[in-house]
């Protein structure tokens, strides 16, 4: 992919690019030549792979809030962006029950503020709405989720996104389609990786718990999910931006995950991480009650991303699991972020 020169000097624009997905995906297109503009808030860790990349010194950056409509639109109208990744969202689902408004505020009326800036101006051939594989009713059944199945996310975050799928299919029916604008939406599984330091997510806890000293805490340790390596998703989104703005066939919904077997219970991603992490780190499940509901089984059929973007994962879950380590390692040795991030980036794409 980094071969490829469909990215070189293209118009890019990056909603969310001070987080975790927003800053890796910025510097897989910084790597193929992208001009790339960035729309989000200041990071809100502290440490944060943005910083850590140091990003602000290499694109169009704006500080900004996506509920701002207006200064939105000012935007869009000055950078002119050829495409558009829309990343940006309120992505915590314990704090989407702490403060729902705030999470269908951003989730929602922000993807209707990205929609309209596009409706509003000539620029935008290309649309990528990221969303995430929670948007789906979710039944608890075995077989995998696709594309088709109904859109109903169960708490505030998840079905904001299932809201924001709903929007965007809502824009395209009634003004992108008549100007040939291309639209995808991608449902990502789990996605895990160096550089996120969130809280409520499993690779960070484990990290933040093993230099401690401390053994990991597992709130959920039986739930299955379709983990995978941030860069896997993040390369989809790009290819699929490209395809479809090539040909506007390619563009749909499509789910984005990890073969059905590497769909993994939480205990075996901490086993994984202990094992490869050494040093005697350890976890054990907490035993404090479900401060929320949260599925307990979730997997993704990718057959669509595969028969008609001839798309396949890369790496396994363990090589996933090793990559974000070594991440984490190279981090907490004080070594440079930035090469190491890169050096990981040309390594997937070969």
């Keep these: 992919m980094l071969m490829d020169n469909f990215y070189k000097g293209k118009k890019i624009l990056i909603t969310g690019n001070t987080g975790f997905k ?89 993807t209707v503020n990205v929609c309209e800036c596009i409706r509003n101006t000539e620029c935008v051939s290309s649309f990528v709405n990221v969303t995430t594989d929670k948007v789906y009713l979710n039944n608890e059944w075995e077989f995998p989720y696709r594309e088709t199945d109904w859109l109903d996310g169960y708490e505030p975050y998840s079905n904001s996104k299932s809201c924001s799928e709903l929007v965007t299919a809502s824009y395209i029916r009634s003004f992108f389609g008549e100007r040939q ?69 390619f563009a749909g919904s499509y789910n984005v995950g990890p073969e059905y077997l590497d769909c993994l219970k939480t205990r075996d991603v901490c086993k994984l991480f202990c094992q490869i992490w050494g040093d005697h780190a350890s976890w054990e499940a907490t035993n404090s009650e479900r401060q929320a509901h949260e599925a307990n089984l979730l997997r993704l059929d990718t057959s669509k991303a595969k028969s008609r973007l001839g798309w396949r994962p890369a790496w396994d879950a363990r090589r996933a699991v090793e990559e974000t380590v070594q991440w984490y390692k190279a981090f907490a040795a004080g070594e440079d972020m930035k090469k190491f991030t890169e050096f990981q980036i040309k390594n997937y794409v070969k």
């Design 22 to 110: 927003g800053s890796w995906i910025t510097q897989m297109l910084l790597l193929m030549g992208a001009d790339v503009t960035g729309i989000a808030l200041d990071p809100v860790t502290d440490p944060n792979l943005y910083e850590l990349l140091n990003q602000r010194q290499n694109i169009n950056e704006y500080i900004a809030d996506i509920r701002d409509y207006d200064r939105l639109l000012r935007i869009f109208k000055a950078e002119k962006p050829e495409i558009v990744f829309h990343l940006a969202a309120q992505p915590i689902v314990l704090e989407s029950y702490r403060n729902p408004r705030n999470t269908y505020d951003v989730n929602v009326m922000g």
């Design 181 to 249: 604008i291309a639209v995808s939406t991608c449902r990502a599984g789990n996605v895990i990786g160096g550089g996120d330091f969130s809280e409520f997510r499993i690779i960070p806890d484990c990290f933040r718990d093993t230099v401690a000293g401390r053994k990991i805490a597992v709130r959920n340790p039986d739930s299955v999910r379709p983990y995978q390596h941030i860069l896997e998703a993040i390369s989809f989104y790009i290819m699929v931006a490209e395809r479809q703005m090539q040909d506007k066939a």
